[in-house]
Structures are given as structure tokens and as C-alpha cells.
């Protein structure tokens, strides 16, 4: 067994992957990635739904066996040395991996007593994290009866209990409302400052700003962009503009009157209705100041006006010159709705 | 460029687990010494662990949803409560007896039918389960291959042995006379045998059927001319010959007449032979399949 340093640097690479490639009948879920994520790092690996990023935790978990190329996680080969794989990986899917039937204690202390641990230190583990996960309380009840939020942190102390060397977490924030997900960013946050390697994937430029440090960006199965956060920012280059009337009334005027200015961002000008606000995307200081200068024309009082990161529509037409494959909400926690004018 | 185990290794591994694979729960642990064998790098104390953990899993499962072991509990009673009060008197006439008469024949028969049902439920149930997302992190973690299935399968026969103690509490009631205790255990013995055969072959379809109904449509239709063609209810004298033919063969015929023979007496050695090949062959073609997809799945 000999690890695989791909950094000149010297870092050493916790995952490697090289012309990874999978097929699902017609389909090329993967069609040669290439990656590497450092040990100690936060790499996140941003994409629509359909890109291929749960097929690459599948095939990097041992779930799935890959049709061409190679990966190794910490050294090990997918394909060749599983067993031993498993061992150093933890693994929280899409979906929450645990047994609804089973109060959450037992469902830690199942995985404990499957990696080996003794009775004693099954319980102990499962105790400890527990209450590192805030979830004490709850040990008792089925995992079926807890709320979102407590499912995934239910999963991620499940994926902790082997203390992994590397961790896949496969869009672990989809579907949950803002609160919980920030919660859970912490929880992860926490471990990454234990020194786990993580891999995310996710649909939320939001998300990978702030748990990743790297970004690997995918589309039908290939490595669209990769590098720093920032570098990638930067790349984009695009902000959006989030502008909030004092009086909700004037949502829609304003929209329109945005709309009507012509700006060619990098995505459509929307109404986010919940929070109250019209997302206008800009290229330029020239555009913002443009923005700014219709509102004041029109006399309407703002209450607020922040930038926010592109969405990955944003991000995808300035990499690819087209949207994100499958066109959907590019925000997790709001209600978008494109202007009608 | 797969190092996926190549189908042969996994029909050896399970050639090879095969001969305990088919006895009661008392010898699970032979069950996965077999695999430890085969499977070198995963001790067998930690093969030991990781069913016995699973096993705790099903378990609590039934203490969670104790309405699960409805169908263990009420089958063996509506069954016999049925076919001895309906068909009873009729049958009974055509044996030289009466009710009775029929109560000492039928009783073998309901036996060997716990494991077919039992086994009809494993594989509608593993469906759900298999598809949910706890078996991914159960496949990524390093365990025996087979240790999810021989734990299902172990808590599964457990099931069925509290069925065969309803079904002959209820028999006793309606007026079974148990003349031979040795033979009831035999005949229990040979049940839970052919149970766990059935229960591979349903895993199997479990593991690879899309949906649950699908397994169990599939299983109705495979095991509903079994179950009647066969001498479980009435007698095969009066059938047409190639029935008769059929029944010879049929193992869930072959087991009634074999418990039959070692609980109220009578011939044994084909029923229990033809039983007994039946359920080495099962085992020794779908625990190997049904493991491999366990792997596999997509």
C-alpha cells in the first residue's frame, strides 16, 4: 500500500481521483474526473442535481464500483482494498442513513459494535456523541419521531464513530430550513476542526463558501472549474444585489423597474417574496451604481441593500456560458419566483 | 480492472457455508464461522459481533412494533381454527375418522407451512429496509458480507419457532394428541431447515425486486401451487396422477408427509430426503446470489 502524493507542496492527498468514469446505461454519470483533496481540507464539490456528485461518493464509499479510471482514499483503492477503506471513511447521505425503528443511542451504538468496538466503548462512544450533538435528550425516542434537523445530526454522529480520517457528506444540508442548517454547518465546522478531511457535495455556492476551503464544480460528469473559493469568486465575478423595500407594495414596482434597466447579469432579476426582497444580479460597480440610481428615481425607501455570492445559476452561466443542468431553486431557503413583466 | 469478488469466490464462500447455513438459530455461529473462513480478513469474533449487533437491531425492531409479530402469533391460529372446524369433518370422513382424525393430519401439514410463511414475510420486509438509506451505511462499513442477511435470517427463524409453539398450543387445544415428543422436535427441526431455504430465495427476490408488492405477488404466485398442491391439507390418493407426481417432489408436500411421519407415525425417509435436498440446494443457489446483490446494488 503506498499513498499517492499529488501536491508537489508535499500536503498529502487524502482523496485522489483519476479519470473516474460511470455509466448508467446511456447515461455518463462520471465521465473522467479528476480530484484531490488535501489532507486536513474542506473540499466542496458544488453541482446541479444529475452531475454525477452522489455517484462520486458512492464510487469513494465502496457503494458503487466505478467503469474506468481510479480513486484512493487515504491510499486505499476503491476497487482493490475496500475492507480496509471502509474503516477510515464515514459516510452521511443525502437522505438520513439511519434506522427510523431505533432510538437514536441504539442506532450509535449499532455502528459502534459493527467497527468493533468493545460493549464498554460502544456505549461510551454513543453516549459521548450524543451529547456532543446535542441530542441527550432524544437518545431514548426512535430516530423516526425526530425533526429534520436532529435526523442529520443523528447521521453525522453516526459517521463520527469510527473517528474517520476522511468524510463524505453528500448534500447535507438539502431540504432542511435555515436554522437547522446552520446548525448543522457548525456541527461540521466543529469537525473539520478536528482535523477530518471532509468532501461535500452540494447545490448552494452559500453552503460551499462557507464550509469548503476548495471547490470542484461539476456538470454531467465533468469537472467544469476547480481551485480556491475566493479564486473561483473571482472567476465568477458576479454578485447579486438583495434590495429591500421599506414597504412591501413597492416589491413588484420595483422589480419591474429593475427589470426594465436592462442589466445583463448573470441571471435573471427575481422576487423573493418571503424575505421581502428583489434579487437583481450585476457584473459591475457601473451596474450597481445604475440600480441604486433607478431606485432613487422612483422614490422608493429602502430598508436594507447587501450583496450576497452568486447562486449556482450564476456561477454555472459564467463558467459554461449555459444554466445549471437542471434548472431549480438556486437558493435553498427561498421562495423565488421569476418577474412576470 | 474490478476487483468486485468474481462470482466464483462468492459461490465457494457460500458452497462452503452452505452445510450450517441450514440449521436452526442455536448454531448461528457456525453460520458466520463458515464465512470467517472464507472471508480471511474479517475475524471470526468480529463476525460474531457484528451479526450479533444486527441481530439486536431486528430484535429491538419487534420490541419497537411488537403489532410485527402479529402475523406469527394469529396465522398459526386462524390457520388451524379454519381447516379444522371447516374441512375437518369432511376430510376427517374420507381418513376413517371424524374431526379428530383429521386434527392428527392436518397439524403436521400447518407445520411445515410456518416456514414458507414466515419466509414470505422476510422478503417484503427486507425490500423495505434494503431500500432505505441505513443499509448504504451499513455496506460501507467494513462487515462480513453476509451479516446484515444471516441476522435477519437467525431473528426470522426465531419468529417462526414462536409460531410452531402458538400452532401446537392451539393443535393441543383442538385436540391433537402429541404421542411422540422427540418426533415434534424432529419435525420442528426439519421446518426450520426448509424455513431458512426459503428465506434465501426470498431475500433474494428482496434484494432484487423493485418494490415490496412486486415481492410479494411474486412470492403468492410461486408458493400458492405449492402450498395446495401438496398433501399439507388432504391426503394425494384421490388426485389425478400427475399431481400425485408432482406432490412427490413438492417440498413443501415432502415436509408434511415427513412431519407427519415422525409426529403421528408413519413412512419418514423419502419426505425428510427429498425435504432435505430441497433446502441444501436452495441455500447452495440463492445465499450466494442474495449476498452478491446485498454487495452489489447500485
Request: proline letters at 5%.
Amino acid at each position: 500500500m503506498t499513498r499517492i502524493d499529488t501536491k508537489p507542496s508535499g500536503a498529502t492527498s487524502a482523496v485522489t481521483v483519476r479519470g473516474l468514469v460511470k455509466h448508467y446505461g446511456e447515461t455518463r454519470a462520471l465521465d473522467g474526473v479528476d480530484l484531490d483533496v488535501r489532507e486536513g481540507t474542506v473540499m466542496g464539490v458544488l453541482g446541479p442535481n444529475g452531475a454525477g456528485k452522489t455517484t462520486l461518493v458512492r464510487i469513494l464509499s465502496t457503494l458503487l464500483a466505478p467503469d474506468a479510471g481510479r480513486a484512493t482514499v487515504v491510499g486505499y483503492d476503491v476497487v482493490r482494498q475496500p475492507r480496509q477503506l471502509r474503516r477510515v471513511i464515514g459516510l452521511t447521505g443525502q437522505y438520513a442513513s439511519v434506522d427510523e425503528k431505533l432510538p437514536g443511542w441504539e442506532n450509535l451504538y449499532l455502528i459502534g459494535r459493527l467497527l468493533d468496538l468493545s460493549r464498554k466503548d460502544a456505549r461510551g462512544r454513543a453516549d459521548e456523541l450524543l451529547e456532543r450533538f446535542s441530542l441527550t435528550e432524544a437518545g431514548k425516542r426512535p430516530a423516526g419521531t425526530y425533526s429534520g434537523g436532529m435526523r442529520r445530526r443523528l447521521d453525522l454522529a453516526a459517521s463520527m464513530i469510527g473517528r474517520p480520517a476522511v468524510l463524505f457528506l453528500d448534500e447535507p444540508t438539502t431540504g432542511l430550513d435555515p436554522r437547522t442548517r446552520n446548525e448543522v454547518w457548525d456541527e461540521v465546522k466543529a469537525m473539520v476542526g478536528d482535523g477530518v478531511t471532509v468532501l461535500l457535495t452540494t447545490q448552494y455556492m452559500e453552503e460551499a463558501e462557507q464550509l469548503a476551503s476548495e471547490l470542484t464544480v461539476v456538470d454531467r460528469g465533468k469537472v467544469i472549474a476547480n481551485g480556491g473559493i475566493e479564486e473561483l469568486k473571482a472567476k465568477v465575478g458576479g454578485r447579486t444585489l438583495r434590495i429591500r423595500p421599506a414597504d412591501p407594495i413597492h416589491l413588484r414596482p420595483l422589480a419591474r423597474a429593475l427589470d426594465g434597466l436592462g442589466i445583463t447579469g448573470l441571471a435573471a432579476t427575481v422576487v423573493d417574496t418571503e424575505r421581502g426582497s428583489v434579487l437583481v444580479p450585476v457584473l459591475s460597480d457601473e451596474q450597481l451604481t445604475a440600480v441604486v440610481a433607478a431606485v432613487t428615481a422612483r422614490g422608493i425607501t429602502l430598508s436594507s441593500l447587501t450583496t450576497e455570492l452568486p447562486s449556482l445559476d450564476e456561477v454555472f452561466l459564467s463558467l459554461t456560458g449555459h444554466r445549471a443542468s437542471a434548472p431549480q431553486d438556486t437558493v435553498p431557503t427561498d421562495t423565488r419566483e421569476e418577474v412576470a413583466v | 480492472m474490478s476487483a468486485r469478488p468474481s462470482p466464483t469466490t462468492t459461490l465457494n464462500e457460500a458452497l462452503r457455508a452452505t452445510p450450517s447455513d441450514t440449521i436452526t438459530p442455536a448454531t448461528a455461529p457456525a453460520v458466520t464461522a463458515a464465512v470467517g473462513d472464507a472471508d480471511s480478513r474479517i475475524p471470526l469474533r468480529s463476525h460474531l459481533r457484528h451479526t450479533g449487533a444486527l441481530i439486536r437491531r431486528n430484535l429491538l425492531w419487534i420490541r419497537q412494533d411488537p403489532e410485527s409479530m402479529f402475523d406469527a402469533i394469529l396465522f398459526p391460529v386462524i390457520f388451524t381454527l379454519l381447516f379444522v372446524y371447516v374441512f375437518g369433518g369432511s376430510i376427517g370422513q374420507s381418513l376413517g375418522g371424524g374431526q379428530e382424525a383429521y386434527v392428527q393430519y392436518v397439524v403436521p401439514g400447518l407445520l411445515a407451512m410456518m416456514g414458507m410463511n414466515m419466509a414470505q414475510g422476510v422478503g417484503t420486509g427486507f425490500n423495505t429496509d434494503f431500500n432505505s438509506g441505513v443499509m448504504d451505511r451499513f455496506r460501507s462499513l467494513p462487515i462480513g458480507r453476509g451479516s446484515v442477511l444471516f441476522a435477519k435470517i437467525v431473528v426470522e427463524l426465531m419468529r417462526m419457532l414462536v409460531a410452531c409453539v402458538v400452532l401446537m398450543i392451539v393443535a393441543v387445544l383442538v385436540g391433537f394428541d402429541i404421542t411422540h415428543w422427540p418426533g415434534l422436535f424432529a419435525a420442528v427441526g426439519l421446518a426450520t431447515v426448509f424455513g431458512s431455504a426459503l428465506m434465501w430465495v426470498f431475500l433474494t427476490l428482496g434484494v432484487t425486486m423493485k418494490s415490496a408488492q412486486s415481492v410479494q405477488a411474486m412470492g403468492f404466485l410461486v408458493l400458492m401451487p405449492l402450498q395446495f398442491g401438496s398433501s399439507i391439507f388432504a391426503p394425494t390418493a384421490s388426485m389425478p396422477g400427475w399431481l400425485q407426481n408432482f406432490t412427490e417432489y413438492n417440498p413443501l408436500s415432502s415436509l408434511a408427509d415427513a412431519a407427519r411421519g415422525l409426529m403421528v407415525g408413519g413412512p419418514v425417509a423419502h419426505g425428510l430426503w427429498v425435504t432435505l435436498a430441497w433446502s441444501v440446494g436452495l441455500t447452495a443457489l440463492m445465499a450466494p446470489v442474495a449476498i452478491h446483490k446485498f454487495r452489489t446494488k447500485a
